[in-house]
């Protein structure tokens, strides 16, 4: 059977504490590229999605896009990530230090980055594992749909 080198798969898991979303991307490469974006929680769980990927592909440039949305009945306070609000503080005023017309953090600024906001009580093991499972899922898909491209390709 011919496969296609290009493919697409999204697959989505309702959990008990939101929705999880993942798509898979991948076009024609010369080697294979992997490119992750996702929420900071899911991190930690980027290398085993690495080899998870590896395992089945040789080649191509993959996008994967792991998203969680939290669902209504899980609304947690939220928490500042306080050492890391800390370090964005000290670096910036490093940045003001070594250029003084540079413009400053605004409290907007340090809100917006990645991995200061965190929802209490939210199991982020759990949701990694969620993860890799659905990526499991999503690979499958993204084969039959690179087949079903191959099958064209004849």
């Known amino acids: 059977m011919i496969y296609s080198m290009t493919g697409f798969a999204a697959v989505n898991r309702e959990l008990p504490q939101g929705a999880l979303h993942l798509e898979l991307r991948a076009v024609n ?89 965190e929802a209490e009580g939210v199991p982020q093991e759990a949701l990694q594992e969620a993860a890799v499972a659905l990526l499991q899922e999503a690979l499958a898909d993204f084969a039959a749909s690179r087949g079903r491209e191959g099958e064209k390709l004849k």
């Not at 940045?95 to 809100?111: K, N, R």
Request: charged residues 20%; contains cysteine; proline residues 6%.
């Open 29 to 117: 490469h010369r080697y294979l590229e992997l490119a992750f974006r996702m929420d900071e929680v899911f991190r930690p769980a980027e290398s085993s999605m690495r080899e998870a990927i590896a395992k089945q592909l040789n080649r191509g440039k993959v996008e994967c896009r792991v998203n969680f949305t939290p669902g209504t009945g899980s609304h947690k306070p939220l928490a500042i990530n306080e050492t890391l609000a800390q370090q964005l503080v000290q670096l910036g005023q490093v940045v003001q230090e070594l250029s003084p017309q540079s413009a400053t953090l605004s409290v907007a600024d340090i809100l917006r980055w990645p991995g200061i906001m």
